[in-house]
């Protein structure tokens, strides 16, 4: 009895051991609500490259999704689209993430008007970092989650779950809630 219940002990620590080594272990770490967010430094659609210091002093809508010119996808960002000046009015700057690069980028923004920034992490190291790279139909793609990061670059609300037609209004919502442009 002793035997089995020591080697049970060893199979859980070891596995213990191994996720807190695998991205998942890390980015859980990281993704504390109130811990800093990851840094990074990415292409926009234009070239134009993008630092979450950059927007120090407001609030950042910062969402990941899997595929530019997607169902899902398209719904998403012109929701986001649509509610722009909501966000502005709440100091709140949008941008989307995902692991397509500059030109897809540029096609998915020019062909639905997109007023916002579209990050291209075509190394997916920012999309490890904030624990959402992924496999999806044998691609490599960023999970479909969204992080509302504060004014002081800390993470005040994570969604890990997003419905693309309602997930600009609940965004704004939590971002009142949170005090944006107060």
């Known amino acids: 009895?002793?035997?089995?219940?020591?080697?049970?002990?060893?199979a859980l620590a070891t596995i213990?051991?191994?996720?807190?080594?695998?991205?998942?272990?890390?980015?859980?770490?990281q993704l504390?609500?109130?811990?800093?967010?990851?840094e990074f430094e990415l292409a926009d659609q234009t070239g134009e490259l993008h630092s979450l210091e950059d927007y120090r002093g407001q609030w950042v809508v910062l969402y990941f999704y899997p595929k530019d010119e997607t169902p899902g996808c398209t719904t998403e960002a012109c929701e986001f689209r649509d509610n722009i000046f909501a966000y502005r009015d709440l100091n709140a700057q949008i941008i989307g993430v995902s692991l397509?690069?500059?030109?897809?980028?540029?096609?998915?923004?020019?062909?639905?008007?997109?007023?916002?920034?579209?990050?291209?992490?075509?190394?997916?190291?920012?999309?490890?970092?904030?624990?959402?790279?992924?496999?999806?139909?044998?691609?490599t793609v960023a999970k479909r989650q969204t992080f509302i990061i504060d004014p002081d670059g800390a993470i005040a609300k994570h969604y890990q779950t997003v419905k693309p037609e309602e997930h600009a209004q609940q965004v704004l919502?939590?971002?009142?809630?949170?005090?944006?442009?107060?």
């Open 100 to 139: 397509d690069d500059v030109e897809s980028h540029k096609a998915f923004a020019e062909n639905y008007s997109l007023p916002f920034p579209l990050l291209a992490d075509l190394k997916g190291e920012t999309s490890m970092a904030y624990g959402v790279k992924t496999r999806m139909f044998g691609m």
């Open 32 to 38: 504390v609500l109130g811990s800093p967010a990851p």
């Open 173 to 182: 919502a939590d971002l009142k809630k949170l005090g944006a442009g107060s």
């Open 16 to 29: 213990a051991v191994t996720l807190s080594f695998t991205s998942f272990g890390i980015a859980n770490d």
């Open 1 to 10: 009895m002793k035997r089995s219940i020591t080697f049970a002990a060893i």
